[in-house]
């Protein structure tokens, strides 16, 4: 088996902890979504990291409430990068699976769409 990658991204539209918990809930939902085969069970782990300007919540712990209690997870903050997507709210999921490359679907939602259109109008 080897492990993939998925990367998604998202926009809260403010630093509150509910904000960022809906969006990183929607985020990972969307993945889910987009990859039926992905199960818990076979994430390896997940990385997430925040802009800047978001400080009120841990994205993870939006997994843990969607039922990720067992996925090793990490949260960290992006380089300010000047010019940078504001408030936006990243991940790497690290997939032990069987299929190929071309067959893992990545997702970008809200403003987070800038960052990859290739990736999001390919959905």
């Known amino acids: 088996m080897t492990t993939r990658g998925i990367r998604g991204a998202t926009t809260a539209p403010a630093d509150e902890r509910d904000s960022i918990l809906e969006a990183a809930r929607e ?5 889910l979504a987009a990859n039926p085969a992905l199960r818990a069970e076979d994430i390896a782990s997940a990385l997430f990291t925040v802009s800047d ?28 990068v000047p010019n940078s997507l504001p408030r936006a709210i990243r991940v790497l999921i690290h997939w032990n699976t069987d299929l190929p490359q071309d067959k893992i679907v990545h997702v970008y939602l809200r403003d987070a769409v800038k960052l990859r259109p290739d990736l999001a109008t390919a959905q």
């Open 27 to 31: 985020l990972l939902s969307a993945i």
């Open 53 to 80: 300007d978001l400080a009120s919540a841990f994205p993870a712990e939006a997994a843990r409430q969607m039922g990720w209690s067992l996925v090793p997870m990490v949260c960290a903050r992006e380089i300010p």
